[in-house]
């Protein structure tokens, strides 16, 4: 073993400087020296990496009906054709968009699976200070406003309507006079469709996943609310699995 190796070079040199300064040592050293420095390696190595039972070598198989029992609410799938995939969807879990990528078994989830969450999450040098996404990406959103201009203001009157809309999220609006929220492509209360999204400035164009997870047979990405980094982001995923897991382990 590496660390046994590691651990005799260290007593050699111990002893080498023993003698060197001549010492006389009337107790059995080498057990004592070996059991010392075995316990401080053993103490760093275990302290030295995350080794969260999280996606520690899961074997579990799962359906992406698993993930709807647990409160994902899936929505609609890629146009990106994931290679050996069985199912990509996207959906919602408490806010955030969560989107999963189902493999048969667990190599091709960790082979192929590795390649599609991070093509889908790659994020690059803004090019002309705009686009700061990988060719392969396929959803994108806008990010890097300058202060908190979420709703932000567009300032444009929808007749007959007579409204103030504000563009939130993707393709969301909010409408000041109800205080709610509606899809940009149909209102809903009213018969006018508007099939054209308003110009609006985007300071940075992002993958709107920015961190995966691979859990068993499946990949996990997830976009980051406001405010969040990759840590918060991660723990967010590390949630799903958690509850994943729990699922599972009932059936």
């Known amino acids: 073993m590496i660390e046994s190796r590691i651990i005799t070079k260290y007593i050699k040199i111990f002893l080498k400087y023993m003698n060197f300064r001549n010492i006389k040592i009337k107790i059995p050293v080498l057990p004592i020296l070996y059991i010392i420095i075995l316990?401080?390696?053993?103490?760093?190595?275990?302290?030295?990496?995350?080794?969260?039972?999280?996606?520690?070598?899961?074997?579990?198989?799962?359906?992406?009906?698993?993930?709807?029992?647990?409160?994902?609410?899936?929505?609609?799938?890629?146009?990106?054709?994931?290679?050996?995939?069985t199912d990509a969807k996207w959906g919602f879990f408490k806010g955030r968009e969560v989107a999963l990528i189902r493999y048969q078994n667990l190599d091709d989830a960790q082979n192929y699976g590795n390649t599609a969450g991070s093509e889908q999450t790659e994020y690059i040098e803004p090019i002309d200070g705009i686009k700061a996404y990988g060719d392969n990406v396929e959803k994108?959103?806008?990010?890097?406003?300058?202060?908190?201009?979420?709703?932000?203001?567009?300032?444009?009157?929808?007749?007959?309507?007579?409204?103030?809309?504000?563009?939130?999220?993707n393709n969301t609006i909010f409408d000041q006079n109800t205080g709610t929220l509606k899809n940009l492509y149909s209102l809903g209360d009213t018969s006018e469709e508007?099939?054209?999204?308003?110009?609006?400035?985007?300071?940075?164009?992002?993958?709107?996943?920015?961190?995966?997870?691979?859990?068993?047979?499946?990949?996990?990405?997830?976009?980051?609310?406001?405010?969040?980094?990759?840590?918060?982001?991660?723990?967010?995923?590390e949630e799903i699995i958690t509850k994943l897991k729990e699922n599972y382990d009932k059936n």
């Open 39 to 85: 316990t401080f390696f053993l103490s760093c190595s275990s302290g030295s990496s995350k080794d969260s039972d999280l996606n520690n070598g899961s074997q579990n198989t799962y359906n992406l009906e698993d993930a709807v029992k647990i409160g994902w609410k899936m929505k609609k799938g890629f146009s990106t054709e994931f290679p050996n995939s």
């Open 140 to 169: 994108t959103t806008c990010r890097g406003f300058a202060e908190y201009q979420t709703p932000y203001k567009l300032n444009i009157h929808f007749n007959p309507m007579d409204k103030i809309f504000f563009i939130q999220k």
């Open 194 to 237: 508007i099939y054209e999204t308003p110009a609006a400035e985007c300071p940075r164009r992002e993958p709107l996943y920015r961190e995966f997870v691979i859990e068993g047979n499946i990949v996990i990405m997830a976009e980051p609310l406001r405010g969040e980094d990759s840590t918060a982001l991660i723990k967010a995923i």
